[in-house]
Nanobody, 119 residues
Framework: QVQLVESGGGLVQAGGSLRLSCVTS????????MGWYRQAPGKQRELVAQ???????NYADSVKGRFTISRDFGRNTVYLQLDSLKSEDTAVYYC?????????????WGQGTQVTVSS
C-alpha cells in the first residue's frame, strides 16, 4: 500500500506558475510509474503527465511544453511544475500510482489539490 498527499495548489493568474508536490508514504524507487491527473467541473478525469522509475515521461498534448513532471527519490516526492497557466488548466489535480500485488493491480489516489487560474 501507499498513501499519496498532494500540495501546492492555489489561485494564480493566467500566465503564472505553480508547483505541485505529491509526497508518498513509501519509497518511489521501485514504483514503475507515477502520474498526475486532473478533473475539471463537469468533465472526466484526464491524464496530465506520467513519469517512470527510469525517468521516462509522458504528457497530455494540452500541457506539452508548459508542464514538467519530475521526482526526487530521496524525498519520496513527485512534482508537477505548471508554467504558462491558462484558464482551461483550472481543475483538481490528483497524484496517482499503481502497485502490483501478484496478478492484482491496485490504484492509489491522493486527495487532490485545487488549481484555479483566473483570466
Amino acid at each position: 500500500q501507499v498513501q499519496l498527499v498532494e500540495s501546492g495548489g492555489g489561485l494564480v493568474q493566467a500566465g503564472g506558475s505553480l508547483r505541485l508536490s505529491c509526497v508518498t508514504s513509501r519509497s518511489i524507487f521501485n514504483i514503475a510509474t507515477m502520474g498526475w491527473y486532473r478533473q475539471a467541473p463537469g468533465k472526466q478525469r484526464e491524464l496530465v503527465a506520467q513519469i517512470t522509475n527510469i525517468g521516462s515521461t509522458n504528457y497530455a498534448d494540452s500541457v506539452k511544453g508548459r508542464f514538467t513532471i519530475s521526482r526526487d527519490f530521496g524525498r519520496n516526492t513527485v512534482y508537477l511544475q505548471l508554467d504558462s497557466l491558462k484558464s482551461e488548466d483550472t481543475a483538481v489535480y490528483y497524484c496517482h500510482t499503481k502497485l502490483w500485488v501478484g496478478v492484482r493491480v491496485d490504484d492509489y489516489w491522493g486527495q487532490g489539490t485545487q488549481v484555479t487560474v483566473s483570466s
